[in-house]
């Protein structure tokens, strides 16, 4: 799967390098830090953006989460999950959100 990063995001990381720089190499320690593989660290944060509603993010964790092994029925597993947390409405938003980038891998 290619590097389809928003412009937005390519744009404001030449613009500052050292801070995009920072916020990579923390979010690597973050996630070797602990027992849980990429892959799950991905759908952990992929839940994480779906309860806080933020459309970027979770295309972002999808593509993160297929790029670390995790297949499509896993992405919507750790979405339907969140049904009895975050809401049936909220969980469907991110649901068709990750659909989106889903449909777009294939």
């Known amino acids: ?16 390098p050292e801070v995009f720089s920072a916020v990579e190499q923390l979010g ?14 991905h759908l952990v944060q992929l839940a994480a ?3 806080s509603q933020s ?3 979770v295309h972002s964790h999808v593509r993160r989460a297929l790029q670390a092994g995790a297949n499509a ?6 979405l339907l999950l969140l049904m009895t947390t975050i809401g049936f409405p909220q969980a469907m938003a991110a649901l ?8 777009k891998s294939r």
Do not use: C, Q, V
């Open 49 to 51: 953006a779906a309860a």
């Open 1 to 16: 799967m290619p590097n389809s990063k928003p412009t937005l995001y390519k744009e404001t990381s030449e613009k500052f």
């Open 55 to 57: 459309e970027g993010a």
């Open 28 to 41: 690597s320690t973050l996630r070797t830090a602990g027992p849980l593989d990429e892959k799950m660290s």
């Open 96 to 103: 068709s959100w990750a659909n989106e980038t889903l449909n």
């Open 73 to 78: 029925d896993e992405i919507t597993h750790t």
